[in-house]
């Protein structure tokens, strides 16, 4: 069967609704429809080819075309297509990845439970933090507080923990419960003089304020992305976590580390936590755990928390939580095999080897005049765009900078995302060569440096 693309646009726009996206103009433009990939390639139904800078959506780290992810998936097909983990029944697939997360789990993590998405993941650590304060008697202990611009999903919990104001506006989020502090970027929010240590000085005491403000016996948890992913790819500096830790410590806060993005190697480390010296009571994983080829997300919790929890199953009878698709076997399966491919080909060297290259061509780019800061660890990273680098003026909304940079690249074979506050975040498959790093930025260079000349004929 022979595909039409105008057909296909003209029922995309008749019959599908596409997230985060302007409905209206799509009504205009339609979609872009991507066919095929093949290493850290796409293309789309013109057969136009595009290098996914983003891998996807932060996800998919062992490019498009692994058939080893794709072969596991179907012994399992043939073996067992579904089974569940309700009441005591398990499978093979389950049971092996619990062991495999938690022996490379960061902290001390001492089980696993499966999910779908990084959505439920920290809606159920929500769940499980304020089981775990009831099991203990405190029942005031239910506040959560994330960070301003932190991205921690899009259910009515984990969207109220997404302090981005796109994704609260008109959704009546956030829940009362949840609260925000201060984001962790040095760049846009550092005061004139100020050191990296004293602004992290500086945000751990407003947490600790925020915290006796609205009464320690309220607060049950902390969550916080390692870096702030769809936030602004934002880098905290060296001591602003062991600096929130200790206020965390002070008044019987759990820590809860949201790791979709950071975690199995995008950092140069296994884990953001061990890059950012985190020391969590639970850790929710994602994304690159199947690299992105089947949903499914974990949430593994630290013994102190299992301990509490398991009381509570024996006072109700059972643990009353639970996914239908939880630990899906085939998903499992894509997972173990995914970890597998991580262990046995080094991806962990193999960030460690590219990742200065990768970040010397992200560095030329703060020549441009629009370019305020260019930063990254590993292979994540991103471009801060202001009007006037001397005084980090942004760029009125009006102007929208960063999603015209994207459209250039994208113009261009290359696909970056535009993030809120003007930023570009850059996220390619962790099986990128230097080769394909230089591609990648000289597409990036071109397109900044035609958007700086659009946008400074516009002003």
């Known amino acids: 069967m022979v595909s039409n693309p105008n057909s296909n646009r003209k029922s995309d726009i008749a019959y599908t609704l596409h997230p ?29 080819q595009y290098l996914e800078g ?12 692994e058939s080893r992810l794709a072969d596991a998936a179907a012994r399992q097909f043939a073996v067992l297509p579904y089974s569940h983990t309700f009441a005591h029944r398990s499978t093979e697939p ?31 650590a929500i769940k499980f933090a304020w089981y775990y ?81 609205e009464g320690p016996e309220t607060v049950a948890a902390f969550v916080a992305e390692p870096i702030m992913g769809a936030g602004g790819v934002i880098l905290p500096p060296a001591t602003y976590f062991p600096k929130i830790q200790v ?30 010296d985190i020391r969590p009571d639970m850790v929710t994983c994602a994304k690159q755990l199947s690299s992105g080829y089947l949903p499914i997300s974990a949430l593994m919790i630290s013994e102190k928390i299992y301990d509490v929890i398991k009381e509570q199953s024996r006072k109700h009878g059972a643990f009353g939580m639970g996914y239908t698709y939880g630990g899906h076997p085939v998903s499992c399966a894509v997972a173990i095999e995914t970890l597998k491919i991580y262990e046995e080909r080094d991806m962990i060297g193999h960030v460690q080897s590219v990742a200065p290259h990768f970040l010397e061509r992200l560095s030329e780019l703060s020549d441009s005049s629009i370019v305020g800061e260019a930063r990254g660890v590993g ?30 690249a994208l113009a261009r074979g290359l696909v970056v995302r535009a993030l809120p506050g003007d930023v570009i975040g850059i996220c390619p498959p962790l099986i990128i060569e230097n080769t394909q790093v230089d591609e990648l930025f000289d597409k990036l260079a071109a397109a900044v440096t035609e958007t700086e000349g659009f946008l400074r004929k516009a002003a």
């Open 247 to 276: 206020v965390l410590n002070k008044y019987d806060i759990l820590m809860v580390a949201d790791e979709v993005i950071c975690g199995f190697g995008r950092t140069g480390k296994m884990w953001g936590c061990d890059t950012y």
């Open 20 to 48: 985060y996206t302007n409905l209206a103009a799509h009504e205009e433009q339609g979609p872009l429809v991507i066919t095929r990939g093949d290493g850290i390639y796409v293309w789309d139904d013109n057969d136009n």
């Open 54 to 65: 983003l891998a996807g959506l932060w996800c998919v780290s062992l490019g498009f075309s």
């Open 94 to 124: 389950v049971i092996e990845l619990s062991e495999r997360l938690i022996s490379i789990a960061p902290s001390d993590m001492v089980r696993a439970f499966f999910l779908n998405s990084g959505s439920e993941a920290i809606d159920t």
């Open 133 to 213: 304060n009831n099991g203990r008697g405190l029942r005031d202990k239910k506040k959560i507080i994330s960070r301003l611009r932190g991205y921690h999903g899009v259910t009515v919990a984990s969207g109220s923990l997404t302090a981005i104001p796109l994704m609260q506006n008109d959704f009546d989020l956030p829940l009362d419960r949840m609260k925000q502090t201060d984001t962790p970027n040095f760049y846009r929010f550092g005061e004139t003089g100020e050191s990296e240590e004293a602004f992290s000085t500086r945000l751990a005491n407003s947490l600790e304020q925020l915290i006796l403000q």
């Open 379 to 408: 292979l994540i990273a991103a471009l801060e765009l202001v009007s006037d680098k001397s005084s980090r003026a942004q760029f009125s909304p009006e102007a929208k900078a960063a999603p015209a940079l994207a459209a250039s």
